[in-house]
């Protein structure tokens, strides 16, 4: 990870306890994001962060959040102290592994909580008393009005990856899971964009915040070997195995546009012979999982995902990304090829685009300010009759459904495929 000068986790101010954890992980140095905003944090100020996954921004608001916990009296009912929402569930799964990574040689308790999985265990553990929760917004409004927990006692918020709630129509329920809390608190907000909506919601939240930064979107996409292909849009799908196959690619991580789309090359990649699973919004929790987890140990060697779905994703070292089609929101490519190179690894990503994705392939050279080299193979030559039109666009959060008090507790049942994911109507 880029170092801005030589720092040591010691210097930060962190505890023996944090200190063994962190060492324990191997983490020799705090990364740039970890620099700036561990300090902040500990003093107790509210931040506006922009960081992206793969910054380490996860031990930058942690490991500060744990120390602030663990240094300040604790009540013997063990009330929810501190709330961690993230947009998706395996981002809260993930951010849970780090939590309790990192507070393991502290006494503090942690749970995580997130729909598409039976309640029970989830509401079984937060009645053991809980320090830090870490929650989706549809099952932590689903709990709360249920009784299971409250949210009267939180001292620290996370908003991670505040920018894909928003995008995922999850602002109103954020704006009720704020009424829940008391109004003194500290607020920590982390977006990899700034949009004008992120700028109004971080208004409305924090008071008076130190802005941190990490390294600038522009040098992790410079790092990265990016590569169009032009081709025919029938002929993509041939196209991507061939590259797959002669280039012996072990560990490829696919973006399809649509849950169909990406069920479809799945489909098709493991008929020619090439193992691999795809991952969306209308798998369970448990085929998500699993497709994870054999993409990271190797059984699988193509994951075929959507932008949601892939959303906060910990795959270290990803070697290659191919984009089967381009997105239609140009700051998801950027995070899309975030997915190689990170950590300080080099990595190449791949565009596949037919003539309907012309304006896309402009919109997206434009934000990452430089001209794509473009290349064609031949036997999959682009289809000179075909059409420059864009495909249509779906704006982000249209079609979503709003949820109201009653529909959280309609969904509140046990069964996994009724969850609010499902409800939303999404289409990645
Ligand atoms: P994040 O941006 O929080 O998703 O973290 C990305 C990856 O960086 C995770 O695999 C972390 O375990 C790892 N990581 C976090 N902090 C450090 C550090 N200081 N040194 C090395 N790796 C780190």
Not at 220 to 225: C, F, G, L, Q, S
Request: proline residues 4%; charged residues 25%; hydrophobic residues 40%.
């Amino acid at each position: 990870m880029a170092q801005l000068i030589f720092m040591s986790f010691q210097s930060l101010g962190l505890t023996d306890a944090l200190l063994k954890a962190v060492s324990q992980q191997g983490y020799t140095e705090p990364s740039p994001i970890q620099q700036k905003a561990i300090p902040v944090i500990l003093e107790g100020k509210d931040v506006l962060a922009s960081a992206q996954t793969g910054t380490g921004k996860t031990a930058g608001f942690t490991l500060p959040l744990l120390q602030i916990l663990s240094q300040r009296e604790k009540s013997k009912y063990r009330p929810i102290r501190a709330l961690i929402l993230t947009p998706t569930r395996e981002l809260a799964a993930q951010v849970y592994d780090n939590v309790r990574s990192y507070s393991e040689f502290t006494d503090l308790r942690s749970v995580v909580i997130f729909g598409g999985v039976n309640q029970k265990p989830q509401v079984a553990a937060i009645r053991r008393g809980v320090d830090v929760l870490v929650a989706t917004p549809g099952r932590l409004l689903d709990l709360q009005n249920q009784g299971v927990l409250s949210l009267k006692r939180i001292e620290i918020l996370v908003l991670d990856e505040a920018d894909r709630m928003l995008d995922m129509g999850f602002l109103r329920d954020i704006e009720r899971i704020m009424d829940l809390m008391p109004k003194k608190r500290q607020n920590l907000l982390f977006s990899a964009t700034f949009s004008k909506d992120i700028r109004k919601l971080a208004n409305g939240i924090l008071h008076h915040p130190v802005t941190v930064e990490a390294t600038p979107e522009n040098t992790t996409v410079e790092a990265i070997n990016q590569k169009v292909y032009r081709v025919a849009k029938g002929k993509k799908t041939g196209l991507i195995i061939k590259l797959i196959s002669d280039g012996n690619w072990k560990q490829v991580l696919v973006f399809t546009r649509t849950k169909h789309g990406a069920n479809k090359l799945c489909k098709k990649m493991i008929s020619a012979g090439v193992s691999a699973a795809a991952i969306h919004g209308n798998k369970s929790q448990g085929a998500r999982t699993k497709a994870l987890a054999g993409f990271k140990s190797g059984r699988v060697r193509v994951l075929v995902a959507t932008d949601i779905a892939a959303r906060g994703l910990d795959i270290p070292l990803l070697p290659h990304v191919i984009n089967f089609e381009l997105p239609n929101i140009s700051e998801d490519y950027v995070h899309r090829i975030g997915r190689t190179g990170r950590a300080g690894a080099s990595g190449e990503a791949i565009s596949l685009v037919s003539a309907d994705e012309t304006t896309y392939l402009r919109d997206i050279e434009k934000l990452v300010g430089e001209r794509i080299p473009v290349s064609i193979i031949e036997g999959f030559e682009p289809d000179p009759n075909a059409s420059t039109q864009p495909i249509k666009k779906q704006q982000r959060g249209q079609n979503r459904s709003s949820r109201n008090n009653s529909n959280a507790s309609k969904n509140s049942n046990n069964k996994p495929k009724n969850n609010s994911r499902r409800s939303r109507g999404n289409r990645r």
